[in-house]
């Protein structure tokens, strides 16, 4: 059986940059021509289209947030100008703000890596309940799904009782959708009188749009015999990342060129230090460079065991806003409350602050048991500290059982500027 989706999954990484460079090169000397938008861009930074020839290049340009591709909208509908008008566009869809994405053509092979890394293939029926009205998801993940040869049941936002309904008595073998809503449709079946394990044939899901919660993902797994799987994208760029069954991050799709950087100075930070997510799809229809997500994550450059050669997101650690920098590098709540469930589930807390010109960073343990107090287990807890945010601890604080408040903020930014 065949085990990646194609050959390109299995390039080395240089092969793969390099087709990746000429790709961008030659969508930006066709986004010159034909997108007014990204030639005024290009023109006021006083960049050359022919100097953008990798992915290195594109630090030159200014970083799209959602928020600044609204308003460019606004002032230029539907598209802010960053279109090629010379191609017919397939569909139009549309998300909250708003914002208006042409979609080239159902020939898109967008999410089919995803699918086909779950597992998904001709013997499966999928019910695919991401909305049809309006945004991508519906269609996009319907497309997906029939690249990998899935029947597809376009059930959408129907109720969950509709749902149970179709997964009866179509006999569906994968669920596309939220994970919030799976939850949902199980506990309606209970309601119904059904055994889901026992009485459905649900097997595979693939999740989008929603974080997957841990405990959650044991649940589906462990009571429901379910083997889930995470999607990443964003409406505005499409597929970006999706996990294999090695579930040990994200595979960056192919098409997609996606930078880790520091969201102040839209710069590339080290890989595997924290940063936002920016997208750059490679494609010949929407000029949309550097599509800032909003979104955190850390890039995993380590090979995968599953034979594809692409580096990985480390899942999403949260929204740019929540991050404080120390140091020059990003702590995430998230990452503090992956770290306490490391530690059955430490109470803890970051406090950053300055002491001359420096950063300290002082983190405020309590003592759950007396193994807290030995230098070995402190030595061990910063090592993992370490390993999980990349920066290092300054102060380790016991303070007594109780004494952080659960409603107390995870990370405090006590340094004035
Ligand atoms: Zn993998």
Redesign the pocket.
């Known amino acids: 059986m065949k085990r990646l989706y194609d050959e390109k999954e299995a390039w080395s990484p240089e092969k793969r940059k390099a087709w990746q460079d000429r790709r961008l090169s030659r969508m930006v000397r066709l986004g010159y021509q034909k997108s007014p938008a990204l030639r005024r861009m290009l023109d006021a930074n006083k960049i050359n289209p022919a100097r953008i020839k990798t992915r290195e290049d594109l630090e030159a340009l200014p970083v799209t947030s959602r928020e600044k591709l609204v308003e460019m909208e606004m002032r230029k509908p539907p598209y802010a100008g960053l279109e090629n008008s010379t191609i017919a566009v397939d569909r139009i869809f549309t998300s909250p703000g708003p914002v208006y994405e042409p979609h080239l053509s159902e020939n898109d092979f967008l999410w089919a890596r995803a699918f086909f890394a779950a597992g998904i293939g001709s013997r499966d029926i999928a019910l695919n309940a991401f909305s049809y009205h309006l945004v991508a998801a519906g269609l996009t993940f319907h497309n997906g799904l029939r690249k990998v040869g899935a029947t597809v049941v376009p059930s959408g936002t129907s109720s969950s009782q509709i749902q149970v309904q179709l997964i009866r008595d179509l006999k569906v073998t994968a669920y596309v959708g939220t994970p919030s809503f799976l939850m949902s449709i199980i506990d309606q079946s209970k309601e119904m009188g059904y055994d889901f394990k026992k009485d459905f044939r649900v097997k595979k899901a693939c999740f989008a749009a929603e974080p997957l919660l841990p405990s959650l993902r044991q649940r589906f797994e462990k009571e429901y015999g379910i083997r889930t799987f995470q999607m990443y994208g964003a409406t505005e760029v499409g597929d970006v990342a999706y996990e294999?069954?090695?579930k040990?991050g994200w595979?960056i799709c192919e098409e997609t060129i996606v930078e880790i950087v520091d969201p102040a100075t839209g710069k590339n930070v080290a890989p595997g230090e924290l940063g936002e997510v920016v997208v750059t799809r490679l494609n010949d229809l929407f000029f949309l460079l550097r599509f800032g997500t909003g979104d955190l994550s850390r890039l995993v450059t380590k090979k995968?065991?599953?034979?594809?050669t692409s580096f990985?997101l480390a899942g999403i650690a949260g929204r740019v806003g929540d991050a404080v920098k120390v140091r020059g590098l990003f702590i995430a709540p998230s990452q503090m409350k992956l770290l306490s469930a490391k530690f059955e589930g430490l109470p803890l807390q970051a406090v950053v602050s300055r002491k001359g010109h420096e950063d300290v960073l002082t983190l405020r343990i309590e003592k759950i048991n007396s193994q807290v107090n030995t230098d070995s287990w402190k030595n061990n807890f910063k090592k993992i500290f370490k390993e999980l945010c990349s920066v290092r601890i300054d102060v380790l604080e016991v303070v007594e059982k109780g004494g952080i408040k659960t409603d107390q903020k995870v990370i405090v930014d006590s340094r004035t500027w």
């Open positions: 294999c069954p090695a040990s595979h995968c065991s599953c034979g594809r990985r």
